[in-house]
């Protein structure tokens, strides 16, 4: 049942809740990337200001509101705060909503989804400041689409056949998750052999390890058909930002994520439309 169509009541309390936690987050993976970009430990030590050093308080850590009222300045110090981490926030908060909106229920799909987005958030934070990718990333993303992968196969083996036998498991997980994995080699091969070429052609690297790894790592959720809607989005998403920003070096990290969400979401509509273009 959709937990949305419940009541208005429901509604709104739980879109609240949900725009919140994903500004919470937004917040969190804020910190992780600047601190990871910064060669800081990540997972120890109080927030601080990028300037002055001195711990933030509770009052500086809300999300949104601390910037707003803080009218984006430290209040130890003084220097202003980028409205990057602001934006962030509200980009998250609103992307978790979104995603609870188009699923329409707390369903694996929609955790996996999640999950997706916070990695995806954090490597593009990374690579906009530091140009690199970090493994950690495409690690945890990998593990997480693995991990919900064995959920689906155990929830399916036990409906279908009234308990849990290994054999009828093992069979529905590798039914289930050959194709992406194939996908993700076949993508991310195919973009290191075209990198090698366009390296030697313009005497300079032309694309980094951590974006052939992150392509691997979104095609496991997007398989064939999504995953080339993606590449393509991705190339005509990155050459925009060099058109907009008017650089000739931008980070592709950022690029390829935006189009992983899209292309999770919006891939299988606009591949069924675009098949029906010649079966008609």
């Known amino acids: 049942m959709n937990i949305l169509h419940i009541s208005t009541f429901i509604t709104v309390y739980i879109s609240i809740l949900t725009f919140i936690l994903g500004s919470v987050f937004g917040s969190f993976i804020n910190c992780v990337a600047w601190r990871i970009s910064h060669h800081e430990k990540w997972w120890t030590g109080r927030s601080h200001c990028a300037v002055c050093n001195h711990p933030l308080g509770i009052l500086d850590l809300i999300p949104v509101f601390s910037w707003i009222c803080l009218r984006g300045r430290c209040r130890y110090c003084g220097e202003k705060i980028s409205p990057r981490y602001m934006l962030t926030e509200i980009f998250s908060g609103g992307a978790f909503l979104g995603l609870l909106f188009y699923y329409g229920d707390l369903n694996l799909m929609f955790f996996r989804s999640l999950g997706l987005f916070v990695v995806l958030l954090g490597l593009s934070l990374v690579d906009l400041e530091s140009y690199e990718i970090p493994d950690g990333f495409i690690i945890f993303g990998i593990v997480w689409w693995l991990f919900f992968q064995i959920l689906d196969a155990v929830g399916k083996t036990a409906k279908s056949?009234?308990?849990?036998?290994?054999?009828?498991?093992?069979?529905?997980?590798?039914?289930?998750?050959?194709?992406?994995?194939?996908?993700?080699f076949t993508f991310a091969l195919a973009l290191l052999v075209l990198s090698l070429i366009m390296d030697r052609v313009l005497k300079k690297e032309s694309l980094g390890g951590g974006d052939i790894k992150l392509l691997f790592m979104?095609?496991?959720?997007?398989?064939?058909?999504?995953?080339?809607?993606?590449?393509?989005?991705?190339?005509?998403?990155?050459?925009?930002?060099?058109?907009?920003?008017?650089?000739?070096?931008?980070?592709?990290?950022?690029?390829?994520?935006?189009?992983?969400?899209?292309?999770?979401?919006?891939?299988?509509?606009?591949?069924?439309?675009?098949?029906g273009l010649f079966l008609l």
């Open 218 to 275: 979104a095609n496991l959720y997007l398989g064939f058909g999504s995953g080339l809607f993606s590449l393509i989005l991705a190339c005509l998403i990155g050459l925009l930002f060099v058109a907009v920003l008017k650089k000739s070096k931008i980070p592709f990290g950022p690029s390829i994520s935006l189009a992983t969400m899209i292309g999770l979401l919006a891939g299988p509509y606009v591949i069924r439309w675009y098949l």
């Open 161 to 184: 056949s009234g308990g849990f036998r290994f054999s009828a498991f093992f069979n529905e997980f590798l039914g289930s998750s050959y194709m992406n994995l194939l996908a993700g």
